[in-house]
């Protein structure tokens, strides 16, 4: 079976080759093509080369989905979600200045570690530290995302975690995120951090199949402690 799409993005026409032949999907990534395997009962992924994504039923071809694959293969930001105010989305490299003038450069000193950053975060583990973008403005409001709990840090006596558990529907999921947060001094005191955070976690829980979630804050940043708890993040 091979269908092909076409997907829009920033009017820009993108083809998309679905298939589960293995002689199709090598030809069409040959080509430079966007494609997604059709995985069958039985198969494994070595089945279905130069796929990156893979659906089992054609239903869940949506036109988000289709779109994110057309935005992956170009290299362009994946659209996250959208609140009332607030746009998250995936960082890129015109954000590099801006990200830098608040001091959210580690990890990335250089707009070429940001690429890299981009590039190797979203594609493994498709989340990350996202640009949230205030929608009247267009402007680079701050950054939220999740990260993998790491032990680097978790005694600090210097930093205080506060925990978020599994919604009752969600209990026995065993993906556990840290959040992280980082709201722009202009653009504080609008709400934005809680704003950005409860779109992202409930992101987190429906798209990441996360069950519980944690945050590590420095001792003494009452204000980020006043915006987790009011999340519903509480002492371990």
């Known amino acids: 079976m091979k269908e092909t799409r076409m997907v829009y993005v920033n009017n820009r026409k993108v083809p998309i080759l679905i298939s589960d032949e293995k002689e199709a999907l090598l030809a069409a990534k040959a080509a430079g093509g966007a494609v997604v395997g059709l995985w069958r009962p039985g198969m494994n992924m070595g089945e279905l080369p130069g796929a990156r994504y893979a659906v ?9 989905y289709l779109e ?23 960082l890129f490299g015109d954000d590099f200045d801006e990200l830098w003038g608040h001091r959210i450069g580690r990890g990335f000193e250089t707009v070429e570690e940001l690429y890299a950053y981009t590039k190797n975060q979203y594609t493994f583990y498709e989340f990350g530290f996202w640009a949230v973008v205030e929608k009247k403005t267009g402007a680079l409001a701050g950054v939220a995302g999740f990260s993998v709990p790491g032990e680097d ?7 205080e975690t506060l925990f978020l558990p599994a919604e009752e529907e969600n209990q026995g999921e065993t993906e556990t995120l840290e ?3 980082h709201i722009f001094p202009d653009f504080r005191r609008k ?24 945050v590590r804050i420095q001792r003494g940043n009452e204000a980020s402690k006043r915006l987790a708890k009011g999340l519903g993040f509480h002492a371990w």
Request: net charge negative.
């Open 56 to 64: 089992e039923d054609p239903k869940d071809l949506t036109q988000e």
């Open 68 to 90: 994110r694959v057309a935005r992956r293969h170009l290299g362009l930001p994946w659209i996250i979600c959208e609140t009332r105010h607030l746009l998250i989305r995936e």
């Open 179 to 181: 959040l992280g947060y």
């Open 191 to 214: 709400g934005y951090g809680k704003e950005s955070c409860e779109a992202i976690l409930q992101y987190g829980r429906e798209n990441l199949l996360a069950g519980d979630f944690l």
């Open 153 to 159: 840090g978790s005694e600090d006596s210097l930093i």
